[in-house]
């Protein structure tokens, strides 16, 4: 089983719309987690670290569900600049190390 | 304050030659990782350096990959000789304590 999975997409969005979409994790020692945003052809961007209580962050809400061990990330009112691919990123404490999912990509259709 | 920067942003050498790529993290950051992306494929982690220390080189691999950090600071990622599997997207991030950040990466396509 992969460390990290994500299902890959595209999700196809209209505009205004809210998308909402999961990644599960395979390790349960697991103690940080983040959404990272990947525009095609450039490096990988911090969008917003998960919270065990969850957080928002304006149009961006991300949860995370220890005891089911996956991290969801949902966007409302969708927008043509959030068409890209969201990284669910994982950090080991053990020893520090960052594992990736293969992303979600999302394209906000006008 | 400079982010991470990687060096080239493009590389295209023939099977069999040697490439070095340079990463140089946020300054202070303890933590300097190697990542590469294959076409099609998820994001897959290379090693991670502590200061100038190898924490973790499970991702490597094989021993035409070899990696460096001498005094902490930079880091050159040498792959020698380089085969056509290697070509791919090889990203360099750093950290302090949690998230990473990452530079532009390398485009490294072998013919």
């Known amino acids: 089983r992969k460390e990290v999975e994500q299902d890959p997409g595209p999700f196809n969005v209209p505009e205004g719309a809210t998308v909402a979409f999961n990644c599960t994790y395979s390790?349960?020692?697991?103690?940080?987690f983040f959404w990272y945003r990947q525009d095609c052809r450039k490096e990988p961007k911090l969008l917003m670290s998960?919270?065990?209580s969850g957080n928002e962050d304006g149009r961006f809400t991300a949860q995370l569900n220890r005891a089911s061990q996956y991290i969801s990330l949902l966007i409302r009112d969708s927008k043509l600049s959030d068409s890209a691919t969201y990284l669910c990123?994982?950090?080991?404490?053990?020893?520090?190390?960052?594992?990736f999912g293969k992303g979600n990509q999302v394209v906000v259709i006008p | 304050e400079a982010g991470v920067t990687q060096f080239p942003s493009h590389s295209v050498i023939e099977k069999g030659q040697t490439v070095t790529l340079r990463c140089d993290p946020i300054s202070g950051h303890d933590n300097l990782y190697w990542y590469r992306r294959v076409m099609g494929k998820e994001i897959k982690f290379l090693l991670h350096f502590v200061k100038e220390s190898k924490q973790d080189e499970s991702g490597m691999p094989n021993n035409r990959f070899l990696a460096e950090r001498t005094g902490g600071t930079y880091s050159t990622l040498k792959v020698q000789p380089a085969e056509l599997e290697d070509s791919g997207v090889y990203f360099c991030?750093?950290?302090?304590?949690?998230?990473?950040?990452f530079g532009q990466g390398t485009r490294l396509t072998v013919v």
């Open positions: 991030a750093s950290s302090g304590h949690l998230e990473a950040f």
């Open positions: 990123v994982v950090n080991y404490y053990g020893n520090n190390r960052l594992a």
């Open positions: 390790n349960s020692a697991s103690q940080s």
């Open positions: 998960v919270y065990s």
